[in-house]
């Protein structure tokens, strides 16, 4: 793993960034954490990018938290991966 970020699935949607925040800490210094929400409708998405001060500290996050339940639900932390140029999306009207 050679990146700081973690990708956090399968999020309850009542998870706030504080809260993620104060978790992870338990792992390491924190630098960031995002929760993307849906463009059209501003609901979370289920989701979270946390960003570890160092690659050790990510490397924990992932053994400590991985598979553990927050708020019911069994979470996913794993390395982030970059984008393959992004999702392309096209204009695709029906009519």
Known sequence: MSNTKLFVGNLSFKVTESELEELFTQAGAVVSVAIP????????????????????????????????????????????????????????KRW
Do not use: C, L
Request: charge should be positive; proline fraction near 4%; hydrophobic fraction near 30%.
């Open 37 to 92: 929400t849906d463009r059209e409708t501003g609901r979370k998405r289920g989701f979270a990018f946390v960003e570890m001060q160092t690659q050790a500290e990510a490397e924990a996050a992932v053994k400590q938290f991985n598979g553990q339940t927050i708020d019911g639900r069994q979470i996913a932390v794993n390395p982030s991966q970059p984008r393959e140029g992004g999702a392309k999306r096209t204009n695709n």
